[in-house]
């Protein structure tokens, strides 16, 4: 479903079955020009239902009206935008995921979208219709492959959708960027929703090894070679399995020759059963997308690429799967990190941080980068904390983090700061070991699961995000179907963005 931008001026619609339209107010219910003149070949029939229905064009409530054979569309469709001084640029990606969703429930093939006039402010011009346009594509992905027989009803109707904007040349010029990010969303929002018998760490490593078609470098260490770098912290989650461990590492050198990357470390467990320290039975099938971390990491050197960033940037992917077995390690295993410090391995479950020890280590000293981003699904606990709403964010570097914070708002991937500190340091000290794997007891498992990673960051400025609550949605929201989110992709994408200014 590629969206078109189509000039205010040259827009004749043509009659066609499963032709609608899309209208947008907000709730002062006012049409735009080019609604208005519809409304009148309507005979009044738009502005009759503004009065009559309940819809009162609050943000995401959408209503539909049947059209009089006047005018050429079959389906007309309200979307409310809220009160025009909340309008921010994620109100129209919004819209644009309303209109789809309500559009494929009706049986609408083609979607006309008239946005003459963009209410809000602090929009670039053609912005509103490249957002909306971008927010349609979002809502409309299926991960439908494993279907072999579909109820007609549940087929997506859809096929294409078209603002109409005044601003369509401008918009047209924003678009390639969206459409690069919408290339890594999607991908990521793949790799996670595969079951782990099709994405393990043999099969995730050669999914990244793709990207090289997009101007990539990937290099794919295997456990031998990580044995020879001392990985005893990742190699000793990945004993227990029948795949080989993977590091990935995506360099995307878009920017001056030599200048420091900015790196970005994912955890990449493609299943957590737990290990020795087996999970209960119930959910388990969730931790097929313990990899989260590096799906979105793949997914964001994708953008990076797509849209020629004028950047460095490496991407690091720990990719293991934990299973139980006689070769599995076990509760009080000493592993010994590339790092050099022992760690005594009291959990098999707490293996994400075994995981990101060594990738950061080895991030830290291979390509000194600006900063260090690690994204994992870490500890349950962080859904205990925020829910779903926010990721936790854990940083030694204050700017860092609250450059993060203000970019969540944005791009609406939002992350909420929680606090690193001697205290908890120490709950980590180990009887026999340089440390261990969880804390002394169970308060605060997400603030010792990071300073666990924060052992094996140096000085380099650093932030965790623990994705564990929002890297899977049981629900849909207004332009991620329920499923995986790519939760991520977008905050990061923005947050290079500053780099390359
Ligand atoms: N992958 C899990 C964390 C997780 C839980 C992610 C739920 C998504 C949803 C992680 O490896 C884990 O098992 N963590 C343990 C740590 C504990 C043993 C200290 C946890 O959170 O229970
Ligand atoms: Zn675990
Ligand atoms: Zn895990």
């Known amino acids: ?36 003149k519809l409304d009148k070949e309507t005979g009044g029939l738009i502005s009759r239902a503004l009065s009559e229905a309940k819809f009162k064009g609050k943000a995401g409530q959408v209503t539909h009206l049947f059209a009089p054979a ?46 003459d006039t963009a209410p809000g402010k602090k929009l670039a011009k053609g912005e509103a219709a490249a957002r909306l346009a971008f927010g349609a594509e ?16 549940d087929k997506p109707t859809l096929a294409s959708v078209s603002v109409v904007t005044p601003e369509a040349a401008e918009a047209k010029k924003l678009y390639p960027a969206f459409e690069a990010l919408r290339e890594g969303v999607f991908l990521t929002r793949n790799v996670v929703t ?12 050669a999914e990244c090894k793709k990207l090289e078609a997009d101007g990539v470098k990937v290099t794919i260490l295997g456990e031998a070679q990580m044995k020879k770098l001392g ?24 920017g001056k020759k030599g200048e420091a990357p900015l790196a970005f470390v994912g955890k990449g467990v493609c299943f957590d059963t737990g290990g020795i320290s087996i999970k209960p039975a119930g959910g388990m099938e969730e931790m097929k997308w313990d990899m989260g971390g590096a799906g979105t990491v793949l997914g964001l050197m994708k953008t990076l690429a797509g849209r020629k960033a004028k950047i460095n940037a490496v991407g690091v992917a720990g990719l293991v799967e934990n299973m139980p077995g006689h070769e599995a390690q076990r509760p009080g295993d000493v592993v010994t990190s590339m790092s050099g410090q022992t760690i005594e391995v009291l959990n098999t479950d ?6 990101l020890a060594d990738a950061l280590w080895y991030t830290k000293e291979k390509y000194k980068p600006k900063f260090m981003i690690d994204l994992a699904t870490l500890t349950g606990a962080i859904i205990i904390s925020l829910g779903k709403e926010y990721a936790g964010l854990f940083s030694n570097d204050d700017k860092l983090a609250e450059k993060l914070m203000k970019l969540g708002e944005v791009t609406g991937e ?37 300073q666990f990673l924060q052992r094996f960051v140096g000085d380099v400025p650093w932030v965790h995000l623990d994705i564990a609550g929002t890297a899977w949605s049981k629900a849909d929201t207004p332009t991620v179907p329920k499923g995986a989110t790519a939760f991520g992709v977008r905050l990061l994408n923005e947050l290079v963005s500053e780099y390359e200014k």
């Open 231 to 254: 990985m005893g912290a990742l190699l000793g989650v990945g004993q227990g399995s029948a795949f080989e461990s993977q590091l990935v590492i995506m360099e995307w050198n878009g």
């Open 194 to 205: 595969e079951p782990a018998n099709v994405i393990h760490p043999e099969s995730l490593a």
């Open 70 to 115: 006047t005018v050429p569309y079959g389906q007309i469709v309200i979307v409310g935008l809220g009160e025009e001084k909340k309008i921010t640029p994620l109100s129209y990606e919004a819209a644009g995921g309303a209109l789809v969703a309500k559009a494929n429930g009706l049986g609408i093939k083609k979607l006309d979208v008239l946005l």
């Open 350 to 355: 707490a293996e994400g941080r075994l995981v």
């Open 1 to 36: 479903m590629k969206p078109e931008f189509l000039s205010t001026a040259a827009y004749k619609p043509k009659a066609s079955k499963g032709l609608a339209v899309g209208i947008l107010v907000t709730d002062a219910l006012k049409l735009s020009s080019l609604a208005g």
């Open 138 to 153: 979002l809502k409309a992905y299926r991960f439908d492959k494993y279907f072999t027989k579909q109820k007609e009803e």
């Open 414 to 450: 939002k992350t909420w700061r929680l606090p690193l500190g001697d205290a908890y340091d120490k709950q980590i000290n180990s009887q026999i070991a340089d440390m261990q794997n969880i804390g002394k007891d169970r308060e605060a498992g997400s603030i010792t699961a990071a």
